[in-house]
């Protein structure tokens, strides 16, 4: 169907239009803000090499830092989700980035360990408000092609996740932690762009209210019982527990796993880690619409057991391909969490913004835990055990076979 209300001389926001076409300026301005949100993200870890050496920290303490921001970030997702579910906030997304931009300027000047950890913890009170109500924007501006919608918005995510270590070999480190402060201009166009979108969001809330008030879109779900849909959001979320420890291992530590085990320099570090973000980001859009295509089930088998091979020989190769796998595995990962996302809200229908929170406040939550365990494991032992007792984290994607297929129950 075409717009209702359009007219060319204005912005993307205004249109009104029905559930039965996707939205893309919508969708491109959430990927793209997505993008700018996890290139200002992944600065954290990618600063890590520099905090630790000017502020004598152990890998605990830089686990502490990941879990601090982590933990800022998972707490508040979900109930962010389940309080805009019933009272929608259009303008949520501008106010989350501006804490954000508060924990950057704070970040470039912290002059203590406490300070950073303040610092981290209200950039992740930012992303707690950001990525529930992007998702469900995301979702409304669908059209329908959830997967495809989840996936455009996760691949602006994975793409700035891969920038931040590149701008941090680039900028920070050859001038210092105070050019931090350069990147809360990337926040401001953040707010400005995100501003748009919720004057699209309050223009276009019929949208929101025909997802939430009907399970005509969801309908497998209402043919499961409760204990069976319960059972697979457990299974859902151990899946998540696998792919993301794994996932933290690689994020904050595999800079020092090859300082440690190949001898590179701290900027040849931040390359490779920046060529694993950036295979991430290249596979992220796999997953959604194949999953559209032919099932998500499928898809969550692919990719988290398809890493498994690769993770087990990880920790025995050479500098060369440990490269080379660290390209596969991040390229076979990425496409899990969209097919993960939307499944998820195939079975709770009318809960976007809830399930959305639950399953970003989770991946946030166990990265965090499991990023401050491994440095405690890598302080104990050495980095290089880290990563040999991870490589059997993708295993559990054998837990996938436990789920019901709902495409089975499709008319």
């Known amino acids: 169907m075409k717009t209702i209300e359009e007219n060319p001389s204005e912005s993307f926001q205004t249109p009104v239009v029905t559930a039965e076409q996707a939205v893309f300026p919508i969708l491109l301005a959430l990927s793209f803000s997505h993008l700018l949100n996890d290139t200002l993200q992944s600065l954290i870890p990618s600063i890590y090499p520099m905090v630790k050496d000017s502020f004598k920290l152990s890998f605990s303490q830089i686990g502490l830092i990941t879990f601090t921001f982590q933990l800022s970030a998972s707490v508040f997702q979900p109930l962010v989700g389940l309080y805009t579910d019933k009272k929608p906030m259009p303008y949520a997304l501008a106010v989350g980035m501006c804490f954000t931009m508060l924990g950057l300027v704070s970040l470039s000047m912290a002059p203590s360990f406490e300070i950073i950890l303040l610092s981290v913890g209200l950039i992740g009170i930012g992303s707690a408000v950001f990525h529930p109500e992007a998702s469900r924007i995301a979702r409304m501006a669908s059209g329908g092609r959830h997967g495809m919608a989840q996936s455009l918005f996760q691949v602006g995510g994975n793409a700035g996740s891969s920038l931040g270590?590149?701008?941090?070999?680039?900028?920070?480190?050859?001038?210092?932690?105070?050019?931090?402060?350069?990147?809360?201009?990337?926040?401001?166009?953040?707010?400005?762009?995100?501003?748009?979108?919720?004057?699209?969001?309050?223009?276009?809330?019929?949208?929101?209210?025909?997802?939430?008030?009907?399970?005509?879109?969801?309908?497998?779900?209402?043919?499961?019982?409760?204990?069976?849909?319960?059972?697979?959001?457990?299974?859902?979320?151990?899946?998540?527990?696998?792919?993301?420890?794994?996932?933290?291992?690689?994020?904050?530590?595999?800079?020092?796993?090859?300082?440690?085990?190949?001898?590179?320099?701290?900027?040849?570090?931040?390359?490779?880690?920046?060529?694993?973000?950036?295979?991430?980001?290249?596979?992220?859009?796999?997953?959604?619409?194949?999953?559209?295509?032919?099932?998500?089930?499928?898809?969550?088998?692919?990719?988290?057991?398809?890493?498994?091979?690769?993770?087990?020989?990880?920790?025995?190769?050479?500098?060369?391909?440990?490269?080379?796998?660290?390209?596969?595995?991040g390229l076979v990962l990425s496409s899990a969490f969209s097919a993960i996302l939307v499944y998820a809200q195939e079975l709770i229908p009318g809960k976007v913004g809830m399930v959305a929170g639950l399953f970003f406040g989770f991946a946030f939550g166990i990265a965090g835990i499991g990023s401050a365990l491994l440095g405690r494991l890598a302080d104990s032992t050495s980095i290089e055990y880290v990563f040999y007792v991870c490589s059997f984290l993708p295993l559990i994607g054998l837990l996938t076979g436990f789920l019901p297929n709902l495409e089975r129950k499709k008319v």
């Open 165 to 329: 270590p590149l701008l941090a070999a680039l900028i920070i480190l050859p001038y210092g932690r105070h050019q931090i402060i350069w990147f809360s201009l990337v926040a401001l166009v953040a707010i400005i762009i995100l501003s748009k979108v919720g004057g699209w969001y309050k223009k276009n809330m019929h949208l929101n209210r025909k997802k939430s008030g009907a399970a005509t879109g969801n309908e497998p779900a209402l043919n499961l019982s409760k204990g069976k849909v319960a059972f697979s959001i457990g299974v859902l979320l151990m899946l998540i527990f696998s792919k993301y420890i794994y996932m933290a291992s690689l994020t904050s530590y595999y800079t020092f796993y090859l300082i440690n085990k190949f001898g590179i320099s701290v900027q040849s570090s931040q390359i490779h880690l920046f060529i694993f973000l950036f295979s991430v980001a290249a596979g992220t859009f796999i997953g959604g619409p194949v999953g559209d295509k032919i099932g998500r089930k499928y898809v969550i088998w692919i990719s988290i057991l398809g890493v498994a091979p690769f993770a087990l020989l990880l920790p025995y190769c050479n500098l060369f391909w440990t490269g080379a796998l660290t390209v596969i595995i």
